[in-house]
């Protein structure tokens, strides 16, 4: 059950972080975009509904139609630097506990891109609570939360108008605990988590004037828990997207685990699609799925979004 609560976690954050394009009248330009999905997470014994909202504001303003490639594309090919919040609130509905608190997580991010320069600069912090939980071990009951807060750099460059990568840096410190009526079931356990990656972005146009975008990263998180054994997994992801208009984009993509942590191996498959339905809104909808290396503990995730440029 635990290894299935980390599995769905990894499988939303993957689809937030590589998600949807853009929901907005009309106008020539925009400045900020706002954002509104739903998710829902089921796995062996469990079940996870998610609400997230997302705004940016960008440092310069930028183009409403771009002439010659997809809508979604345009914060990348413009090479827009801005400020961006996020705010996710969670259920979970876990087979014999009861959920005391719900979980939740926010956090802040700055990107630069600094005039007549090809740089990309970035820096985030993060704070999530995993939620509070009941249950009971013979005669004593307990209680279980967990809580986190992490960092983020980002140092890279563009190679040409659209192609980018990126070396990302992050690094999480966390605390578990278990409180029972049993003082022998009582716990606090400490854990720091270290993650270090290189990414990349590329958008082509194809030879009947359809575009494709591209995105590929390596990731190797180092999970330390204290008073036990380091663990080291490494992630390598790939997402295409293909878009016969400007206003519609259709993506597939896959992610794969391996390393010491075995709860988070496997591989993730994503499909999904967002359309434009005017020139600054836009709707997405998307599915993922994990498929556990060595256990049962798949999951299944459907994801509905929308976007406003304003």
Same mark, same amino acid.
């Given at each position: ?6 599995? @769905?976690?990894?499988?939303?954050? %993957? ?35 998610? %609400? ?17 490639? #997809? ?7 413009? $090479? ?8 996710? $609130? =969670?259920?979970?509905?876990?087979? /014999?506990?009861? &959920? ?7 956090? @802040? ?5 600094? #005039? ?9 912090? +993060? ?8 249950? =009971? ?18 140092? /890279? =460059? ?5 192609? %980018? ?16 009526? =049993?003082?022998?079931? *009582? ?8 993650? @270090? ?10 030879? *009947?004037?359809?575009? @494709? %975008? ?5 990731? !190797?998180?180092?999970?330390? #828990? ?6 080291? *997994? ?14 519609? +984009?259709?993506?597939?993509?896959? !992610?794969?685990?391996? /390393? ?30 994990? !498929? ?5 503990? &798949? ?12």
């Amino acid at each position: 059950m635990v290894h299935a609560i980390r599995r @769905i976690a990894v499988s939303s954050t %993957a689809a937030l972080t590589f998600g949807y394009p853009a929901l907005g009248g009309a106008q020539e330009t925009f400045q900020a975009e706002a954002g509104l999905s739903y998710s829902r997470s089921k796995a062996d014994g469990l079940q996870q509904n998610s %609400a997230s909202l997302d705004a940016t504001y960008f440092f310069h303003e930028l183009p409403q139609l771009p002439r010659d490639y #997809p809508l979604d594309q345009v914060p990348f090919v413009e $090479r827009a630097g801005g400020l961006t919040a996020y705010y996710t $609130r =969670s259920s979970f509905d876990i087979e /014999g506990f009861q &959920n005391v608190i719900k979980p939740s997580s926010y956090s @802040i991010a700055a990107r630069f891109t600094p #005039p007549d320069t090809p740089l990309i600069l970035g820096a985030g912090y +993060g704070y999530s609570y995993a939620g509070k939980y009941g249950g =009971s071990l013979g005669t004593a009951t307990y209680d279980t939360e967990s809580e986190a807060k992490g960092y983020q750099l980002t140092v /890279g =460059s563009y190679i040409d108008k659209s192609t %980018a990568f990126t070396l990302d840096w992050s690094r999480d410190r966390g605390e578990a605990k278990i409180t029972s009526t =049993s003082p022998s079931l *009582n716990l606090t356990e400490s854990y720091t988590s270290t993650s @270090i990656g290189l990414s990349g972005q590329h958008l082509a146009r194809l030879g *009947n004037g359809d575009h @494709i %975008a591209i995105w590929a990263s390596f990731t !190797q998180r180092t999970f330390e #828990p204290e008073g036990a054994e380091t663990e080291k *997994n490494r992630s390598y992801f790939f997402r295409t997207t293909y878009y016969p208009t400007k206003m519609l +984009g259709l993506w597939l993509g896959i !992610q794969v685990d391996r /390393g010491d942590g075995t709860s988070l191996e496997g591989e993730t498959y994503l499909a999904g699609a967002s359309m434009f339905v005017t020139q600054d809104a836009s709707l997405g909808l998307a599915y993922l799925r994990f !498929q556990a290396k060595a256990s049962d503990d &798949n999951a299944n995730t459907v994801m509905l979004s929308g976007r406003m440029r304003f």
